[in-house]
C-alpha cells in the first residue's frame, strides 16, 4: 500500500497563479481532509470530506476550493494564490471520523509551496 | 475556550534515558487525545489515542503516555530514548461540533524532542 501521497511536493506561484494539489489514498478511508502548517503552530483544517461528493469547510478555509469526485482523491485548490498561503500542505485521511473508533489520520509527505 | 498546549518548544535528553513531552489541554466534554510524531520532511505518523478505558497507553515505537483528567494532561513518555526518537512531536485534541459543526481535531504547536547520543 502507498498509503497517502501528494503531488508535487514542491511548487512555486507568482501571486495571482493558480494550482491544484492532488491527494490519493489506497486505504479506501472514507475522510480526507487538507491541513496546513505553518512555523510555530500546530496543523490548521482547511476543509474535509466525510465521503466521495462531499466537502465542508475546516477552520481556515478562504482562498482555497477543494472537490472529491472519486473517493480515493481530493483535491485542493488556489485559484488565485496570495503570499499568505506560503506553507506546508498536507493531506489526510481515515477510516472514520473523529467520533469514531478508527479515527486516527494517516498522513502524506506534504507539499510545500511558495507563493512570491 | 478549547485548546490543546505543549509548553516546551523543545525537549532535549541523552540517549538511554527516560523522556517526557508535555501536553495539557481544554475541551468540554470527554476529550479524545491523540499523539503525532513528524520526522524531517514527513507527514505526521501517528503514534497512539486515548479515548476511553485505561489511563495510560501504549503505542507504536515503545512510546506511551498518560491519561490525567484532574491535571487535564496527557504526556508522552519514553523509558529509554534513542537518537533515532529525535522529531516533531505533536499532541491533539477532538473537540465535539457544537451548534450544528463537526468533530475538530486542534493540534498543539509541537515539541522538538532532540536524543543526544
Known amino acids: 500500500n502507498a498509503g497517502v501521497t501528494q503531488t508535487p511536493k514542491f511548487r512555486v506561484l507568482k501571486t495571482g497563479q493558480s494550482m491544484t494539489l492532488l491527494c490519493a489514498q489506497d486505504?479506501?478511508?472514507?475522510?480526507m481532509y487538507w491541513y496546513r502548517q505553518d512555523p510555530g503552530m500546530g496543523l490548521r483544517l482547511i476543509h474535509y470530506s466525510v465521503g466521495e461528493g462531499t466537502t465542508a469547510k475546516g477552520e481556515v478555509p478562504d482562498g482555497y476550493n477543494v472537490s472529491r469526485l472519486k473517493k480515493q482523491n481530493f483535491l485542493l485548490g488556489l485559484e488565485s494564490a496570495a503570499p499568505s498561503q506560503t506553507s506546508v500542505y498536507f493531506c489526510?485521511?481515515?477510516?472514520?471520523?473523529?467520533?469514531?473508533?478508527?479515527?486516527?489520520?494517516?498522513f502524506g509527505p506534504g507539499t510545500r509551496l511558495t507563493v512570491l | 475556550a478549547q485548546s490543546v498546549a505543549q509548553p516546551e518548544d523543545q525537549v532535549n535528553v541523552a540517549e538511554g534515558n527516560p523522556l517526557t513531552v508535555k501536553c495539557t489541554y481544554s475541551?468540554?466534554?470527554?476529550?479524545?487525545l491523540f499523539w503525532y510524531v513528524q520526522y524531517p520532511n514527513r507527514g505526521l505518523q501517528f503514534l497512539l489515542k486515548?479515548?476511553?478505558?485505561?489511563?495510560l497507553v501504549k503505542g507504536s515505537y515503545g512510546f506511551e503516555a498518560e491519561f490525567n483528567k484532574s491535571q487535564t494532561s496527557f504526556h508522552l513518555k519514553k523509558p529509554s530514548a534513542l537518537v533515532s526518537d529525535s522529531a516533531l512531536y505533536f499532541c491533539?485534541?477532538?473537540?465535539?461540533?457544537?451548534?450544528?459543526?463537526?468533530?475538530?481535531?486542534?493540534f498543539g504547536a509541537g515539541t522538538r524532542l532532540a536524543v543526544h547520543p
Open positions: 489526510a485521511s481515515s477510516l472514520t471520523g473523529l467520533g469514531g473508533i478508527y479515527n486516527e489520520q494517516f
Open positions: 486515548y479515548i476511553t478505558g485505561d489511563n
Open positions: 475541551v468540554s466534554g470527554n476529550p479524545y
Open positions: 486505504m479506501n478511508h472514507e475522510y
Open positions: 491533539a485534541v477532538r473537540v465535539p461540533p457544537s451548534g450544528g459543526g463537526y468533530n475538530k481535531l486542534i
